[in-house]
């Protein structure tokens, strides 16, 4: 509370722009701002619809969102618990699972879809049973999409949640528990209204990071329409043969990621920064 | 697996090259000759061959230094049409040359070399494939080009001709990543080139397509109009279309257009 009173203090003083501050940082703001202008301006907005409606379109559509909220469904039923066990508990505090927890966001996609297969493929740690003894193989089917997703976009969940949990004054689920409240009472009651904005931010920018995948998907789950060939993929696919679509395609994606940032705001951010 | 899954590779030949290129150019200031470095555009399936073939041109004439600029045959028209500065340009197909041909920008292409497709799997050919319909068996994974690219519509019309219904389990972007997943094991068979197959080696199990069902494309080449080096663009066109490139090509598994 006190730091956002002295940042108010400080933003009341005008003060002369220096010219190197000013010049690099429009320059940044052009640099980010002309590949969008250059989406929109190339965007077939007249044929928009008929390419959005096209069979195929729709069916990349309904795939990615299916396997992008299923994959954020699995990433908020795991990473809730992982969160509140990093926050609280000193065997999920350390230096190890943060890095583990924050390794996808660094690590380059394609790195993760070439792990997952060397875990889960038919030849892989884990897969090579799933193969041999039950006769599944994971890579090439939906099931592989959502891991896919899943891994790549379950610690922008947990981290956000995780900030939050962290600066969560304690008295209240203490106060709680004195006033007879059991541990789950006092997480869905108190220490789920405290974090719910954070909550919210985390799992809409999980799922607009699985919605966006595509190098773990790809390299993991492969392309085939109707089973694993998501948005992106298919903007990927038809990039060759069909710019109008592939662009119609993206801007799509950018029209979700628009209106996935104005919902989570500055919330990702302060977790990371914790 | 991806375009950017292939960019090391395409990092490691652009280093190669620049080595091979550095060699050449070594020669060339020892001798005293000028230096001449000819740009050829190569479809990414020539990647070994001309690699060689560049070597060898270069050891027959010192001074000249020649930078083989490899990708998709599709994307490599598109610069040329669009001003790069390239002296020779060889495609993996007749169609996409024929653009270059419609722009202006070549004349009177050579068809130099032919390429047709072979099934892979991996070495222990885990599903038994024996033949192409085997490839329509349930329970058979198999890794295809996708269509947009010529090795996809190659595998499709050969799939066609067959009369075999094939459902591929990946579409992938180019003809290296169905490699890597056959390879890799992850899948029990590919639809590759040839040379592909062959430059696998140990690591791939091929079975071959009887000549009558297989589908074959030709790779054409020719000096870029406009070139710098008309001259030396015309002496390696004529040396990869002569005896001197002729063993390179068919130990790589191209066929004699």
Redesign the interface.
């Known amino acids: 509370m006190t730091t956002t009173t002295t940042s108010h203090g400080r933003r009341g003083r005008a003060r002369a722009l220096p010219w190197y501050v000013l010049v690099p940082g429009s320059l940044a703001v052009v640099f980010l701002a002309l590949p969008v202008a250059g989406l929109l301006g190339q965007a077939p907005w007249g044929r928009m619809w008929t390419l959005l409606s096209a069979p195929a379109s729709l069916e990349a559509l309904r795939l990615s969102l299916a396997t992008s909220l299923l994959a954020t469904a699995v990433a908020v039923a795991l990473g809730l618990p992982l969160a509140w066990l990093m926050a609280h508990h000193h065997l999920f505090n350390g230096a190890w699972v943060r890095a583990l927890v924050t390794l996808p966001l660094v690590l380059?996609p394609?790195v993760g879809?070439v792990a997952l297969?060397l875990a889960f493929?038919?030849?892989g740690l884990v897969g090579q049973f799933l193969y041999d003894l039950l006769g599944v193989?994971l890579?090439?089917t939906t099931a592989a999409v959502v891991m896919a997703e899943a891994f790549v976009a379950m610690p922008f969940f947990v981290i956000t949640v995780e900030g939050a949990l962290r600066s969560t004054d304690r008295r209240y689920e203490q106060a709680a528990a004195t006033l007879g409240a059991g541990r789950w009472t006092t997480f869905r009651r108190v220490t789920m209204p405290m974090i719910a904005p954070s909550l919210v931010a985390g799992t809409v920018l999980c799922w607009a990071r699985a919605l966006g995948e595509?190098?773990a998907t790809?390299?993991f789950?492969?392309?085939?329409?109707g089973v694993?060939?998501t948005l992106p993929l298919a903007v990927?696919?038809?990039l060759?043969?069909d710019r109008a679509q592939a662009i119609a395609l993206s801007v799509v994606l950018l029209a979700v990621s628009v209106v996935v940032l104005v919902a989570a705001r500055g919330q990702f951010v302060r977790g990371l920064l914790r | 697996m991806t375009r950017r899954a292939a960019l090391p590779g395409g990092i490691l030949a652009v280093a190669l090259l620049a080595s091979s290129c550095g060699g050449g150019l070594g020669a060339g200031s020892e001798d005293g000759a000028t230096r001449v470095t000819v740009t050829v555009s190569a479809a990414s399936s020539l990647t070994g061959a001309f690699t060689e073939i560049a070597t060898a041109f270069e050891r027959q004439n010192p001074g000249v230094a020649v930078r083989v600029n490899l990708g998709g045959s599709s994307a490599l028209a598109e610069q040329i049409n669009a001003g790069a500065p390239v002296d020779v340009f060889a495609s993996a197909s007749a169609s996409t040359m024929a653009t270059v041909v419609a722009a202006g920008n070549a004349v009177n292409p050579t068809t130099f070399a032919r390429n047709s497709l072979a099934v892979v799997t991996p070495p222990a050919n885990p599903a038994g494939i024996t033949s192409l319909s085997d490839l329509a068996r349930p329970g058979v994974t198999v890794a295809v080009c996708a269509p947009q690219v010529p090795c996809g519509s190659a595998a499709a019309s050969l799939l066609d001709r067959a009369g075999i219904r094939v459902t591929p389990a990946t579409l992938d972007p180019d003809v290296k990543a169905v490699l890597s997943r056959v390879t890799s094991d992850e899948v029990d068979a590919g639809i590759v080139y040839v040379t592909d197959a062959r430059a696998a080696g140990a690591e791939a199990h091929t079975v071959e397509i009887p000549t009558s069902e297989n589908v074959s494309t030709d790779y054409l080449i020719a000096v870029v109009e406009g070139s710098d080096q008309v001259d030396w663009a015309r002496s390696f066109v004529d040396f990869v279309t002569g005896p001197g490139a002729r063993a390179t090509l068919t130990t790589a598994g191209f066929e004699s257009p």
Do not use: E
């Open positions: 380059p394609v879809g297969l493929g038919r030849r193989q890579p090439f595509f190098g790809l390299t789950a492969g392309s085939f329409p694993t060939q990927y696919a038809a060759d043969v």
